[in-house]
């Protein structure tokens, strides 16, 4: 990739938007500062100025008093056009331009700062394979060709056309249905973890907030803060009853999001292939935590639970007793891969990695185990 | 009454035989004829693609001021309402002490009418263009006038197109009135005896028609090959 | 100054053309005054005519198909290609194979005002909310029923605003009937010779004059079939009131 923009910092200095023939303000003197690379997220109930704090930054809503700095310099000296082609801006509704293709769409800043047409083009490319799409397929689609997951992954990959150092999102996977929402919020990550920008993340989910940010503002009604701080510490030291209300009787569970399947120690189940020496499956029974062994293909991949009926012989034979699901990744985290246990009604499941081979086996006790972990060592995020 | 009859007189053609004499449906007329129809229709067309195309550029430039101006187009609706509600031939002679008899005349009358269906259809088209994809344009960084350029008249083009059609459509009528402003046309075809004639009303008549149709085509032409997205199906 | 004095002097001549009695310049004919309006009430007659049986024959026709949901691809075609026939080309077509006078320029008149208020009685109707007519067949009301009482009435203002857009055509195509015998104002626009310039113009500002004053009436009575449950619904995509927009019914192409 060429040389990215180094992350911005931003701070929020005492911003305050008021709106005229309302007594109270949308957002009352915020002050919180977002440091460069880290995802903020904006949380709460409605009506409490989440959304509209995030557009003080772009000033798509104006400052009424106070001041925004973006990298030190303050966002009310900027001419707002030119501020916003230096910020990444992705909704809710996602807004694509209907009448343009998915390339054009996506090269919309670039073209707006008037870069040559070949690094555009390469730009595109880049960004569409960046958020998991095939350049070749889609480029030259329009929107309304395209699914809500895929619209939503164009948003972000528009979002990102001129290497933003800074990244506003609003709700971005609100629209989405909650499977491909979990699927956008771990591939956003991915991203993140590769990119590492300065994103701040609207949400009125506390378990979405908890999953993507490294540090967390829980605002209340009345634009005000009720807390910033890491998901961990929120969940474990809630500054105030509303926080507490909000982040929910079930902290401790809200916890398992701050886990992945990756940070812990793992099952394991005999792997087999189809044609191997029964008695060296047997052998590997004696050392396993699972005592079923698990049908894998020559790459690795699960294909089912073995029966006793597929030992009978000398070697082993493709007789099972039930499908591998749910398949469970190593990037998935704790909360969603106990729901998907929990949904299939299984005690145990295969966890692949991404190329999806097994990797070993998660269990209900195995997350429960992780629970038990002390306070000191949940990881930061 | 008997003012109305002296009006239209019946009285014999010259030539052609008892089909015209009788003011027949006669081919054989109409193919040797024919090249009286041709100055007609052409100033016709003339007049047609003069007036729609004034009266889009005024009622374009009406709608953009509108646009932003949200108290202007109760206003403007009630003045090009108006001039779309007064009969063209009235319009000719009202405004004949101003402008005289001609071309002039004919043009600013046909483009008066055009311009309350070309303001409707712009404006509702810049309506309609979802405010999600109005909102990302700014938050991506256009400034008012890219935003205006670059998405929404893109996005209001079908309904633009569409009330260029109607536009046209009608003109195409009207036009055929506007020899009555001493600007030529097709009308003037119709007066008198002709109007009785039945090869004559064919021809005159069908070339109005076919000239209305094909500039509906032209026009639908253009939206398909402008807005090539309108076509694109859902996955 | 000249020219101004001259202007004012044709409009004036115009002006005082339509309340004085004078003889006409053909000689022997008194013209003027009140023959304005004997004529506008020709006018009126033929127009009403016409709109009176259009009106009988389109609305229950686009009642119907709006009804049922069906042929939409005919209601809405009537109306384009409606459009695409001049009307004096319609009025020498009925003059050619019909004849002359006041019958045969109003059943021109009749066809030419049937295709707005079909279409639009159509489409009225076939956008009354499709949970409200659930709920009406959900009380027990018949098919007859649901069309006297629901979509009848809340697609009366889309009709309303076809029959104005009709009448506006029929009174300025009326305004040519003399030219396929009937008598109308169109008559003293049309001559000329009898007329004279103050005449012309003068005729020409009374056509005006009632066929706008047929606009604001109608489209007083389309505001006031309007309920206003529905005025207040009628806002674009912002909530705002279209102003003016939804009177002038529906635009087709």
Known sequence: MTAAT?????????????YSGQSRPAVEELSLTVPAGEICVLVGPSGCGKTTAMRMVNRMTDITEGDIRLDGASVRERSPAELRREIGYVIQQIGLFPHLTIGENVATVPRLLGWDKDRIRGRVDQLLALVSLDPADIRDRYPAQLSGGQRQRVGVARALAADPPLMLMDEPFGAIDPINRERLQNEFLRLQAEIRKTVVFVTHDIDEAIKMGDKIAIMKEGGKLAQYAPPAELLMHPG???????????????????????????????????????????????????????????????????????????????ELRSRPDPRIEMDDVLRDALADLIQAETRYAPVVDARGRAAGILSIEVIGHALNVPQEEVPAS | MILELAQVQIHGRSGGGSCVQNDGFCPDWITSNLDRYVDPFLQQVFLVVVSVAVGFLIAGALALLAHRRRWLVGPIIGVTGVLYTIPSLAAFFLLQPITGRGKLTATI????????????????????????????????????????????????????????????????????????AGAGGLGERFVGSQIVFKSNVVVAGGLCVLLAIALDLVILGAQRVLTPWTRARSA | MQTTLAFLGQFGGAIDFIFHQRESYAGGVQIGGSEMLDLAWQQIKLSAVALGIAIAVAVPIGLWLGH?????????????????????????????????????????????????????????????D?????????????????????????????????????????IATATIAPLAGATSLGFPILNAQIYGPEGQIGAAMVVAVLAVAADVLLGLFQRAVTPRGVKLEAGDRQGRPLAGFRKRGVQTA
Do not use: C, H
């Open chain 2, 109 to 180: 009358a046909l483009v008066g009418y055009t311009l309350l269906i070309i303001f409707r259809n712009v404006t509702t088209g810049l309506r309609g263009v979802p405010e999600e994809a109005k909102d990302a344009g700014r938050g991506l960084g256009f400034t008012d006038n890219q935003l205006l350029w670059r998405v929404e008249v893109p996005l209001a083009l079908p309904e633009i197109m569409a009330g260029l059609r109607i536009a046209s459509t009608t003109t195409v009528g009207l036009a055929t009135l506007a020899f009555f």
């Open chain 3, 68 to 128: 049922v949901r069906r042929f939409s691809f005919f209601a809405i075609s009537v109306s384009n290609i409606g459009r695409a026939v001049p009307t004096l080309a319609l009025l020498a077509f009925f003059a050619a194979y019909l004849g002359l006078g006041f019958t045969n320029v109003a059943f021109a008149l009749t066809l030419l005002a049937i295709p707005p208020i079909l279409t639009n009685t159509y489409v009225g109707v076939y956008q009354v």
């Open chain 3, 130 to 170: 499709r949970d409200t007519v659930d709920a009406a067949r959900g009380m027990g009301m018949r098919g007859i029923d649901v069309v006297r009482r629901v979509e009848l009435p809340l697609a009366l203002p889309t009709i309303a605003g076809g029959v104005r857009t009709s009448a506006v055509n029929v």
């Open chain 1, 6 to 18: 180094p992350a911005a910092t931003l701070e929020f200095r005492r911003a305050t938007k008021r």
């Open chain 1, 240 to 318: 105030d009853p509303f926080v507490e209300d909000f982040v929910g009787a079930d902290r401790a569970l809200k916890r398992l999001a701050l886990q992945r399947v990756r940070d812990i120690d793992l099952w394991t189940a005999p792997l087999v292939r189809t044609g191997e020496p029964v008695a060296e499956v047997r052998a590997k029974l004696e050392e396993a935590d699972v005592q079923i062994p698990l049908l894998v293909d020559a790459e690795g991949r699960p294909v089912g639970w073995l029966s006793e009926r597929g030992l009978a012989g000398e070697r082993v034979r493709e």
